[in-house]
């Protein structure tokens, strides 16, 4: 299928802004939504709207169907062992909370060891320092290589036999890098410990099998993969999950409410209390359907050329560094000599460019790049190399009128 049909199918992408067409290079924030996943949800709540598991009309039995038949795709796709493994929450923020609230502050004592890297989005720091603040435990960072990377030697010598936990991002929202979760996870295990991993970039633009990868817990986001806003999936190997506690209580959750004392439903519902969200998981649903037709090993290496193609484009550029290895997922993170990121994506949104500038709720990243901010062009299937060209001529734009300013 050409760009052009591609195109087609995500109406958003139809329209002009500032007086030029739009170039849309911010799908690591979220990516737009195909027509297939908006008619989803609109037919969800023209015809089938009723809540789910509790009613046993027509429209109730609809529902429930169509929200179940979400989480079976959700299994697939990521080749979990079990729908019971798979939890669907508002988001990848509320996954990992989940894991830090019902799991590590449970079985984490003083003393032990929650590694992390220094990549990690604020998401993915933040739920284990109040682990660690609450149950004593200490954090521990994996030293990254200057090409922002980390090594296995590096994860074997940050990781130890007080390791109890292990929480990384598959794809750095920043950087690009791609982790080796498979050998991080071999790792963590061989010293006893439970490997969390973000991946929130990472199930948008490649094939992740739970299997192969033989992570513990694994969080991503709807939005970011052509799905809606508001909901994502929590996935975690059953007996962690049996084992974990419910951070949310009340209605569909339980199975026996007394006076003093209640009981909870199995996996997966024992996580998912109060009405669930069921537009999201169907419109989540159709977005897998559409990714699964152009395949996520095709889509990778689409979105891993752009990003080739815009690190050659960008390094002919004067006074333009660009962060991160060579080799990465698809997206290019740069900064102009003596020009703001803010002032630079400004300028390249009256050219009809969306770029991402700001510190990408990575600041402790930042400071390891010595930056305040950056600015952040990220790919997805609906863009092509002729958004790099365009994006080149902003920058080129940006640094003339800056320079004349200066």
């Known amino acids: 299928m050409t760009i052009k049909a591609i195109r087609e199918q995500f109406p958003i992408l139809n329209q002009e ?40 009309h027509t429209l109730g039995t609809r529902a429930t169907d169509q929200y179940e038949g979400a989480r079976d795709k959700v299994k697939n796709f990521i080749h979990a062992s079990s729908t019971e493994e798979i939890i669907f929450t508002r988001g990848t923020t509320t996954s990992l909370n989940t ?62 036999e007080n390791t109890k936990m292990v929480a990384v ?30 991946g929130a970039q990472s199930v948008p ?48 959750m339980i199975d026996f409410v007394g006076l003093y004392d209640s009981t909870w439903k199995e996996l997966p519902w024992k996580f998912e209390g109060g009405t669930p969200i069921i537009a999201g998981a169907i419109g989540l649903g159709a977005a897998i359907d559409f990714l699964s037709d152009f395949g996520m090993d095709n889509i990778l290496e689409h979105e891993q050329q752009i990003a080739q193609y815009a690190q050659e484009k960008l390094s002919e550029i004067d006074g333009l560094t660009i962060f991160g290895p060579k080799e990465r997922g698809g997206l290019v993170t740069f900064n102009i000599e003596g020009v703001h990121p803010h002032d630079t994506a400004t300028v390249l949104d009256a050219e009809g460019i969306a770029v991402r500038a700001g510190h990408h709720c990575a600041q402790p990243l930042m400071k390891w790049l010595d930056v305040t901010a950056t600015a952040r062009a990220s790919f997805y299937l609906y863009n092509d190399e002729s958004d790099v060209d365009r994006l080149v001529e902003g920058i080129q734009r940006a640094k003339e009128y800056f320079g004349d300013v200066i």
Request: glycine share 8%; hydrophobic share 40%; charged share 20%.
């Open 205 to 252: 633009h490649m094939q992740v099998d739970m299997q192969d990868l033989d992570c513990d817990f694994y969080a991503f986001s709807g939005h970011k993969m052509c799905g809606p806003t508001g909901v994502g999936v929590l996935y975690g190997k059953k007996a962690l999950l049996e084992e974990m506690e419910p951070v949310e209580f009340g209605g569909e």
């Open 17 to 56: 802004v500032n007086g030029h067409p739009l170039v849309y290079l911010d799908s690591a924030a979220t990516s737009q939504k195909p027509i297939s996943v908006i008619e989803s949800m609109e037919a969800y709540y023209k015809q089938h709207n009723s809540n789910v598991h509790r009613g046993v």
């Open 99 to 160: 894991v830090a609230y019902g799991y590590a502050r449970h079985v984490l004592q003083e003393g032990d060891e929650i590694v992390l890297t220094e990549m990690e989005h604020h998401s993915n720091i933040i739920p284990w320092q109040q682990a660690a603040k609450y149950t004593g435990a200490k954090l521990k960072y994996i030293p990254m290589e200057a090409d922002g990377t980390i090594t296995l030697d590096a994860v074997c010598s940050t990781v130890s």
């Open 169 to 198: 991002t598959h794809v750095s929202n920043v950087l690009g890098t791609i982790n080796p979760i498979k050998e991080i996870a071999q790792i963590a295990h061989e010293n006893g410990a439970v490997i969390v991993v973000d």
